[in-house]
């Protein structure tokens, strides 16, 4: 997993850059599955601080995308706290990477139904085709 970590208006500490690292390789637990069938993930996280065109306080926005092959997984938060926002952000992508690996487990699933019940000959409809 290649990680990218920018900082834009804020100095990126090691406390920061540690955080965010046990962030992301909460995540790669996620994403070992789809690196072992399709190769290396690359994970952009961006931290900004916001506060020019805000009236008081200040202002983080955090932005990670994960790409593997074609898949892309995106997130952002803005929040005061900037450990806050990484933390949304961390949240967001954590349920979109799982929301993606139970779809393909249930289309897998039902796709292997399907062509059992042709072979057992229960069902006359092609699995491949979709038609009877």
Do not use: W
């Amino acid at each position: 997993m290649q990680i990218k970590l920018q900082g834009k208006g804020i100095e990126l500490t090691e406390a920061i850059k540690d955080y965010v690292l046990k962030r992301v390789t909460n995540l790669e637990k996620l994403l070992s599955n789809l690196e072992e069938k399709k190769g290396e993930a690359r994970v952009s996280f961006e931290i900004r601080k916001t506060t020019n065109h805000h009236k008081t306080g200040e202002i983080f926005r955090a932005d990670c995308s994960i790409n593997i092959d074609g898949k892309k997984f995106y997130g952002s938060s803005d929040s005061e706290d900037l450990y806050g926002a990484i933390d949304e952000v961390k949240e967001i992508l954590f349920n979109d990477i799982q929301k993606n690996k139970d779809r393909a487990q249930t289309l897998f699933k039902r796709g292997a139904m399907s062509v059992k019940k042709m072979l057992k000959g229960l069902s006359k409809r092609n699995p491949f085709t979709s038609k009877y």
